[in-house]
Antibody, heavy 118, light 108 residues
Framework: VQLQESGPGLVKPSETLSLSCTVS?????????WGWIRQSPEKGLEWIGS???????YYNPSLKSRVSISVDTSKNYFSLRLDSVTAADTALYYC????????????WGQGTLVTVSS | EVVLTQSPGTLSLSPGERATLSCRAS???????LAWHQQKPGQAPRLLIY???RRFTDTPDRFSGSGSGTEFTLTISRLEPEDFAVYYC?????????FGQGTKVEIK
């Protein structure tokens, strides 16, 4: 499984962070789960959430009010949306293939740095 | 939320030595849902061990995992130069999944 994140590296406070993850070599409709994890010096590794091909989602309760993960099976990618960002959302964002466990992390993308700043 | 506490924070060892890394959970974890990841500088983490002791694809057999309940261990039998990195334990049984703060294995 190969995963590649894409999206803006800079987001203004109070705006929405949007990232996509393109999946290669493997079908996103395979029945596995696909997720997002972020890493910052302050919080370390933080699980954000995951989704499967049918749209079943799991979210970290601490982010649930602001986060949404969606999937596009026709284009073989999934996306992350995080609303009302603050500086605390500045982090390296990884997309992962979670395998059969929705909270797992089997394969990792290379990560993309998102900075929240005006 | 399950809090994972790793010890020690840093382990200073020489190549060829044995490394023992500890991960303690704040509550009992199903051993089928405890993993270890390795992260080298400038790289994404990489899954090494899942289900407490199962080696993931391409994980060398010098890496082994053990434990149950609230105490889990990652052992590297003989350190190779490429093993010096940061290691994270990861619980993925109940939401939210959580990670330990990491143990850095550095060259002595």
């Amino acid at each position: 499984v190969q995963l590649q994140e894409s999206g803006p590296g800079l987001v203004k406070p109070s705006e929405t962070l949007s990232l996509s993850c393109t999946v290669s070599v493997y079908s996103i409709s395979s029945g596995l789960y696909w997720g997002w994890i972020r890493q910052s010096p302050e919080k370390g590794l933080e699980w954000i959430g995951s989704i499967n091909h049918s749209g079943t989602t799991y979210y970290n309760p601490s982010l649930k009010s602001r986060v949404s993960i969606s999937v596009d099976t026709s284009k073989n990618y999934f996306s992350l949306r995080l609303d009302s960002v603050t500086a605390a959302d500045t982090a390296l964002y990884y997309c992962v293939s979670a395998g059969t466990d929705p909270l797992g992390a089997a394969h990792w993308g290379q990560g993309t740095l998102v900075t929240v700043s005006s | 939320e399950v809090v994972l506490t790793q010890s020690p924070g840093t382990l200073s060892l020489s190549p060829g030595e044995r490394a023992t890394l500890s991960c303690r959970a704040s509550q009992s974890v199903n051993s089928g849902h405890l993993a270890w990841h390795q992260q080298k500088p400038g790289q994404a983490p990489r899954l090494l061990i899942y289900g407490t002791y199962r080696r993931f694809t391409d994980t060398p057999d010098r890496f082994s995992g053990s434990g149950s309940g609230t105490e889990f261990t990652l052992t590297i039998s003989r350190l190779e130069p490429e093993d010096f990195a940061v290691y994270y334990c990861h619980h993925y049984e109940t939401s939210p999944a959580t990670f330990g703060q990491g143990t850095k294995v550095e060259i002595k």
